[in-house]
């Protein structure tokens, strides 16, 4: 049976044109650098729930890197006045559910960084600085919005090619689509380039819509079936476009899924062996929580056999 989930494909083209607030960049990581070298800070607070790609593009800009720990909602466990002045807190969206990071936590910091990775579509103030990555939610090969004060000046020089062989290699379920796509994910650095001209053409003429509205018709799907079993409890706000359905379950079960079909990332491998020892909650996230498949490319019967083998398995126990 065909796999549910993994990376996306090419993303189809409409007529439609859509524009996007912010400079468009290359990546998440290039964003993040081109905040920090604007800013320079001290210091910078980070989640210890966070991949390592983040993490190492804060090192990398001279900022020392100050880890802190998350409540059960995943909101940060971080008190606005231990942070002094010359630091700055970079908070994730999760799952793009804004439940995780509302906008008046943000605002009690003074140099809040909003790390919209998982939650591409959630719209943001300019007074504070914030990025995403559309490749996360869109089948595009790269591709971020930075918005902050002045963030048009930012100078991008470069702008690379960004193949999208692996994209059309998974369209046609061509076998060495998975290797491509590792290449291709190993090619982003923290250099501050441009988006490619390629993936701001895709990018404006996606069927946003459609994706947005599969997406949570998806995880409402899933929230329906699965909501009570489901350890994380968050809502689905009225404008929130999730990336993954969230479920954590008791035991960690990501291979049992994968051998079944379910294509589950695990986010993030890194917490439960990285140095200083990450929080013992953050661990279990990264150990015990199911990204569950939802984006655009499926619909109800895909989301009833997700529903339907992570029953299974955890029966199974
Ligand atoms: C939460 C989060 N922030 C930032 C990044 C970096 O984004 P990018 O891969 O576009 O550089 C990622 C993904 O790697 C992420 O998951």
Same mark, same amino acid.
């Given at each position: 049976? *065909?796999?549910?989930?993994?990376?996306?494909?090419?993303? !189809?083209?409409?007529?439609?044109?859509?524009?996007?607030?912010?400079? +468009?960049?290359?990546?998440?990581?290039?964003?993040?650098?081109?905040?920090?070298?604007?800013?320079?800070?001290?210091?910078?607070? #980070?989640?210890?729930?966070?991949? &390592?790609?983040? #993490?190492?593009?804060?090192?990398?800009?001279?900022?020392?890197?100050? =880890?802190?720990?998350?409540?059960?909602?995943?909101?940060?466990? @971080?008190?606005? %006045?231990?942070?002094?002045?010359?630091?700055?807190?970079?908070?994730?969206?999760?799952?793009?559910?804004?439940?995780?990071?509302?906008?008046? @936590?943000? %605002?009690?910091? %003074?140099?809040?960084?909003?790390? /919209?990775?998982?939650?591409?579509?959630?719209?943001? +103030?300019?007074? =504070?600085?914030?990025? /995403?990555?559309?490749?996360?939610?869109?089948?595009? $090969? &790269?591709?971020?919005?930075?918005?902050?004060?002045?963030? $048009?000046?930012?100078?991008?020089?470069?702008?690379?090619?960004?193949?999208?062989?692996?994209?059309?290699?998974?369209?046609?379920?061509? +076998?060495? $689509?998975?290797?491509?796509?590792?290449?291709?994910?190993?090619?982003?650095? /923290?250099?501050?380039?441009?988006?490619?001209?390629?993936?701001?053409?895709?990018?404006?003429?996606?069927?946003?819509?459609?994706?947005?509205? %599969?997406?949570?018709?998806?995880?409402?799907?899933?929230?329906?079936?699965?909501?009570?079993?489901?350890? @994380?409890?968050?809502?689905?706000? $009225?404008?929130?476009? !999730?990336?993954?359905? +969230?479920?954590?379950?008791?035991?960690?079960?990501?291979?049992?899924?994968?051998?079944?079909?379910?294509?589950?990332?695990?986010?993030?491998?890194?917490?439960? *062996?990285?140095?200083?020892?990450?929080?013992?909650?953050?661990?279990?996230?990264?150990?015990?929580?199911? !990204?569950?498949?939802? &984006?655009?490319?499926?619909?109800? #019967?895909?989301?009833?056999?997700?529903?339907?083998?992570?029953?299974?398995? @955890?029966? &199974?126990?």
């Amino acid at each position: 049976m *065909t796999p549910v989930g993994g990376f996306l494909e090419l993303e !189809p083209l409409t007529e439609q044109i859509t524009d996007f607030a912010g400079k +468009p960049l290359r990546s998440g990581r290039a964003c993040l650098s081109a905040i920090l070298n604007r800013e320079s800070p001290k210091r910078v607070f #980070v989640p210890s729930y966070l991949c &390592d790609a983040a #993490v190492r593009a804060v090192s990398a800009a001279g900022s020392n890197v100050e =880890f802190y720990g998350l409540d059960s909602d995943l909101q940060p466990l @971080l008190d606005p %006045r231990d942070v002094d002045q010359d630091s700055m807190v970079l908070m994730v969206t999760y799952f793009g559910l804004s439940q995780t990071l509302p906008l008046s @936590l943000i %605002r009690s910091f %003074r140099r809040p960084i909003v790390d /919209n990775a998982c939650a591409f579509y959630r719209s943001m +103030p300019g007074d =504070f600085w914030s990025f /995403n990555s559309a490749r996360k939610f869109v089948g595009v $090969a &790269d591709g971020a919005y930075l918005t902050g004060p002045n963030s $048009a000046e930012i100078d991008a020089s470069s702008n690379v090619f960004g193949s999208e062989e692996h994209l059309r290699a998974r369209q046609l379920g061509e +076998p060495d $689509a998975h290797q491509l796509y590792r290449r291709a994910e190993r090619s982003f650095d /923290n250099s501050v380039s441009a988006m490619s001209d390629r993936s701001r053409r895709r990018m404006s003429r996606a069927d946003h819509v459609k994706i947005c509205n %599969r997406r949570r018709r998806n995880y409402e799907s899933l929230q329906e079936m699965l909501g009570m079993a489901n350890r @994380l409890q968050i809502g689905l706000d $009225a404008d929130d476009v !999730p990336h993954y359905y +969230p479920f954590l379950s008791s035991i960690p079960i990501h291979q049992r899924l994968i051998q079944e079909g379910i294509l589950v990332p695990s986010l993030w491998s890194e917490v439960i *062996t990285r140095s200083p020892r990450s929080p013992s909650w953050e661990q279990d996230l990264a150990t015990r929580l199911l !990204p569950l498949p939802i &984006d655009q490319r499926y619909g109800h #019967v895909h989301m009833e056999r997700v529903a339907a083998v992570v029953r299974e398995v @955890l029966d &199974d126990i």
